[in-house]
C-alpha cells in the first residue's frame, strides 16, 4: 500500500531532551516535506526536499533540523524541544514538489513538550 | 508577504450547496490545491487548479480567479461526512518546494 509513515504517533517530553521523528514513504517520491499545525494558524511548511541531500527551509524552520540522506526517509530533528514546539505535526510527500502534484500525508504526531 | 483568507467556520444542512472562499496575496504563483481534513487524521487531496475557471470532481467542483486572487470549492449534496476542515493552499512560483496553507474552513454539516 502507498503511504507516508510517520512515527511516533504519539510523544511526551521535557525542554531540552533531543527527539528525533521519523518518516518514511514507499511511493518513490522526490519531494518531502514537515509541516506544522497549530489551532488558528493552519498548517506552517518547517522544512523541505526536493530531492536526496537538497533540504530547504520553509516558513518555521527555527529549532528543526533534518536530513535526507536517502529518497524513502525524511528525519525532523529536535535539538533542544521548547514547550513552543507542542504541536501536531504531519510530513507529505509528493512524486515532483508542489506543482501539479498533490501531498501525500502521514498520520500525524501529536508532540508535547513540558 | 503571504496571506490566504478563508472563513474560520462555516454551517450548512444536509442535501444543500455550499461554497467555501478562499483569496490569497502571494509573490508569485504556481497554483491553488484544496485538502479535506477529518477531525484527528491527515489531509487528503481535492483537486488543484492552476488556469482560471471550474475544475469538476463528482460532487465537489474548484474555481480559480488568477487575476482577482480568488478561489472556491463548491460542495453539492452535502452529506454528513462532509464535515471537515477544508484547507486552501498555494504553491509558489519559482519555490517548487514552498506551498503555504491558510488557516482552513471549520465546515459543520447538519441533518
Known amino acids: 500500500e502507498a503511504q507516508v509513515t510517520q512515527n511516533p504517533r504519539y510523544l511526551i517530553t521535557v525542554t531540552g531532551k533531543k527527539l528525533t521523528v521519523t518518516c518514511s514513504q514507499n511511493m518513490n517520491h522526490e519531494y518531502m516535506s514537515w509541516y506544522r499545525q497549530d489551532p488558528g494558524l493552519g498548517l506552517r511548511q518547517i522544512y523541505y526536499?526536493?530531492?536526496?541531500?537538497?533540504?530547504d527551509k520553509g516558513d518555521v524552520p527555527e529549532g528543526y533540523k533534518v536530513s535526507r540522506k536517502e529518497k524513502r526517509n525524511f528525519p525532523l530533528i529536535l535539538e533542544s524541544p521548547s514547550p513552543n514546539q507542542t504541536s501536531l505535526y504531519f510530513c507529505a510527500s509528493s512524486s515532483r514538489g508542489t506543482v501539479m502534484s498533490p501531498l501525500h500525508f502521514g498520520n500525524g504526531t501529536r508532540l508535547t513538550v513540558t | 508577504g503571504q496571506n490566504i483568507d478563508q472563513p474560520t467556520e462555516m454551517t450548512a444542512t444536509e442535501g444543500a450547496i455550499v461554497q467555501i472562499n478562499c483569496t490569497y496575496q502571494?509573490?508569485?504563483?504556481?497554483?491553488l490545491f484544496w485538502y479535506q481534513q477529518h477531525a484527528g487524521e491527515a489531509p487528503t487531496f481535492l483537486s488543484y487548479?492552476?488556469?482560471?475557471g471550474l475544475e469538476e470532481k463528482g460532487r465537489f467542483s474548484s474555481f480559480l480567479s488568477r487575476s482577482k486572487g480568488y478561489s472556491y470549492l463548491l460542495l453539492k449534496e452535502l452529506q454528513m461526512k462532509d464535515s471537515a476542515s477544508y484547507l486552501c493552499?498555494?504553491?509558489?512560483?519559482?519555490?517548487?518546494?514552498?506551498?503555504?496553507f491558510g488557516q482552513g474552513t471549520e465546515l459543520s454539516v447538519k441533518p
Open positions: 493552499a498555494v504553491s509558489l512560483y519559482n519555490q517548487g518546494g514552498k506551498l503555504i
Open positions: 502571494t509573490s508569485g504563483f504556481n497554483g
Open positions: 487548479n492552476v488556469l482560471d
Open positions: 526536499s526536493m530531492n536526496v541531500e537538497v533540504t
